[in-house]
């Protein structure tokens, strides 16, 4: 599974962006997918999941301004982010797990990842 992310970019405080991933192939519903990032000099973090029940889960920081979905028909993930912060500066990766039953929020549970996009948010 190869997982390409785009929508990265440099805005600043206070504005919107939007991450796309697509997948190479289609994941069954019940494999999570999710967003990780990584600022420098930092361990990665989860961002947000999509769930293999459906439900999302979100890390810390995040919840109320980034919004988490999944186009199941386009093999796609989303990531909307609104209201960004400096803090919210890091590579943006996208992550998928083959196997049912976990959340994709923990580094060590994820199978494929992307490349990465980067977000920069000036002050």
């Known amino acids: 599974v190869q997982l390409v992310e785009s929508g990265g970019g440099s805005v600043e405080t206070g504005q919107s962006l939007n991450l796309s991933c697509e997948s190479s192939?289609?994941?069954?519903?019940?494999?999570?997918m999710g967003w990780f990032r990584q600022a420098p000099g930092k361990e990665r973090e989860a961002v947000a999941s999509v769930n293999g029940d459906n439900s999302v889960s979100y890390g810390e920081g995040v919840e109320g301004r980034f919004t988490i979905s999944r186009d199941y028909s386009k093999k796609a993930l989303y990531l909307q982010m609104n209201n960004l912060k400096p803090e919210d500066t890091a590579t943006y990766y996208c992550a998928a797990r083959d196997d049912a039953g976990v959340r994709c929020m923990n580094s060590r549970d994820i199978n494929f990842w992307g490349r990465g996009t980067q977000v920069t948010v000036s002050s």
């Open positions: 192939r289609f994941l069954p519903t019940a494999y999570c």
